[in-house]
């Protein structure tokens, strides 16, 4: 099983950019795609129930354009649920399938002062309670997205410069700690725990992309249920169109 996920910082985007054809042509079992920017009935029939998927989207109640995830797969789930514990943004989508369970989710950015860093801090929280009392129900967990936290150093090219910037706090970082210590395989560092250099953000008001002065803030995680079942996993860099680039998943179910 290929599981792709993209923050694609605008759904429509990237359609019209063209690399909504690699997506499909590259059949992915399960495409998880965040900060969609677009409700359903925005998208053309292509992105709305692409051929051979099964679609799924939640969008924010009251903010158009903004935030928004999409869940495209080849299997159709058991169940699939939005909004959880009252999410209002559009930021996570659940989908149940008999071997696990899927999370595809948008972390908020801490950015724009005191309360939205409270606010990622506390949908942090509810989403980690939220999926370990499912875990204990004896459904083994993916969740992936963007979750706009890099983790150590040698997640992001300059951690000295960014150790009072949001994405980069100690409190952010405690956070993928609590994670990991409750049996989360953060799936990039079992495959490479020393790579460097690489990110799967770039800010593109600076170019820093050309530089390779980037964050690692997209990850794939799984329970350590599936641990035997990992396979591989790339940070697809050399796809662009958005200031993030894609994350690839491969299980051996």
């Known amino acids: 099983m290929k599981?792709?996920?993209?923050?694609?910082n605008g759904l429509r985007a990237i359609y019209k950019k063209g690399h909504w054809q690699w997506l499909v042509e590259n059949t992915p079992d399960i495409i998880c795609i965040q900060e969609t920017k677009s409700s359903p009935e925005q998208l053309p029939p292509e992105l709305k129930i692409p051929l051979g998927y099964y679609s799924y989207f939640s969008s924010p109640r009251d903010k158009k354009g903004y935030s928004g995830v999409a869940i495209y797969s080849k299997e159709k789930p058991l169940s699939v649920s939005d909004n959880l514990w009252?999410?209002?943004?559009?930021?996570?989508?659940?989908?149940?399938?008999?071997?696990?369970?899927?999370?595809n989710v948008y972390f908020p950015n801490g950015g724009g002062g005191p309360e939205r860093l409270a606010y990622k801090l506390d949908f942090?929280?509810?989403?980690?309670?939220?999926?370990?009392?499912?875990?204990?129900?004896?459904?083994p967990i993916i969740f992936c997205g963007d979750v706009n936290t890099a983790h150590k150093e040698i997640d992001l090219a300059r951690p000295k410069e960014n150790e009072r910037n949001t994405g980069f706090l100690p409190e952010e970082r405690a956070w993928i700690d609590g994670v990991i210590s409750k049996g989360y395989i953060d799936v990039f560092r079992h495959f490479y725990p020393d790579k460097t250099g690489a990110y799967t953000y770039w800010d593109m008001k600076t170019f820093a992309r050309d530089r390779n002065v980037g964050w690692r803030i997209d990850y794939l995680f799984?329970?350590?249920?599936?641990k035997k079942w990992l396979k591989s996993t790339r940070?697809?860099?050399d796809i662009f169109g958005s200031d993030h680039c894609p994350l690839e998943l491969e299980l051996a179910i």
């Not at 599981?3 to 694609?8: C, L, Q």
């Not at 799984?222 to 599936?226: A, C, H, P």
């Open 86 to 103: 009252g999410d209002s943004e559009g930021r996570i989508l659940e989908a149940i399938y008999p071997t696990f369970t899927l999370y």
């Open 235 to 237: 940070i697809l860099d």
């Open 222 to 226: 799984t329970s350590s249920e599936l």
């Open 3 to 8: 599981i792709i996920s993209w923050n694609v």
């Open 124 to 139: 942090y929280e509810k989403f980690l309670d939220y999926i370990e009392k499912v875990r204990k129900r004896g459904n």
